[in-house]
C-alpha cells in the first residue's frame, strides 16, 4: 500500500483530481457571472500558490485569494462582461458589414486579452499598495510587451469556448487543465 501512494501514478492522479476539484469550484462560483473577475484571479493566485508548494488545500486557499483585491477584480470582471455583451449585440444586429466585423472581432480579442491581463496583475500585486489607474496602466503595458503569449492565451480561450460549446458538461472536465494552462502563458510575467 506505501508503495503505491509514493508511485508517480498516485501522484498524477491526485493532481488531476485537484485541477477538476478547482475547475468545478471556479463554475460553481461563477455562477452569478459577475464574479467572473473575481474567480479568475482566485483561480491564478490558487495556481501561483500550487507552483511553489505543490497542490492541496483547495477550498482555503480558494476563498482566500477570492477576497484579495476584490473590488478591482469585481469591476473586472464587469468590464469584461459588459465589454462582451456589447460586442455580441452589435455582432447580431441587422447590416453588419465585413470592416465591422472585422473590428468588433478584434475589439473582442482585446477585450479578452485586458482582461486576463487585469487578473494576472491582481495576483502578482498581493502585497502591493496599487491604485486603480495603476492596475489598468500595467494590463494596458502588459498587453503590448507579451503580445504573443497574450494571442496565445486568447486562443486557448475561445477553443475553451468552442470545446465547451459543443458539449457543456465538458467545462467541469476542462476548466482546471484551462486554467493550468492559462497560468503558464503569463506565469512567466508574474513574480
Known amino acids: 500500500m506505501n508503495q503505491l501512494i509514493s508511485s508517480k501514478f498516485y501522484v498524477g492522479l491526485l493532481k488531476v483530481t485537484d485541477y477538476v476539484l478547482l475547475g468545478m469550484l471556479w463554475v460553481v462560483t461563477s455562477l452569478p457571472i459577475i464574479t467572473i473577475g473575481m474567480t ?3 483561480i491564478l493566485t490558487v495556481l501561483h500558490q500550487w507552483d511553489k ?17 476584490t473590488v478591482v477584480a469585481l469591476l473586472n470582471g464587469i468590464f469584461y462582461i459588459v465589454g462582451l455583451g456589447t460586442i455580441a449585440f452589435l455582432f447580431h444586429s441587422d447590416g453588419l458589414t465585413v470592416p465591422v466585423a472585422v473590428g468588433l472581432v478584434i475589439a473582442f480579442v482585446m477585450a479578452t486579452m485586458l482582461f486576463l491581463n487585469l487578473t494576472q496583475i491582481i495576483v502578482s500585486s498581493k502585497h502591493k499598495k496599487i491604485t486603480y489607474f495603476d492596475f489598468f496602466e500595467m494590463s494596458v503595458q502588459s498587453i503590448f510587451l ?46
Not at 53 to 69: N, P
Not at 170 to 187: E, K, M, N, P, T
Open 40 to 42: 479568475s484571479s482566485a
Open 53 to 69: 508548494t505543490g497542490t492541496g488545500s483547495i477550498t482555503i486557499r480558494y476563498f482566500k485569494a477570492f477576497r484579495h483585491h
Open 146 to 191: 507579451n503580445l504573443f503569449a497574450n494571442l496565445l492565451s486568447v486562443l486557448v480561450v475561445y477553443l475553451s469556448y468552442s470545446i465547451v460549446s459543443v458539449f457543456p458538461p465538458l467545462i467541469f472536465v476542462f476548466a482546471g487543465g484551462i486554467w493550468q494552462l492559462l497560468y503558464r502563458l503569463v506565469s512567466r510575467r508574474m513574480k
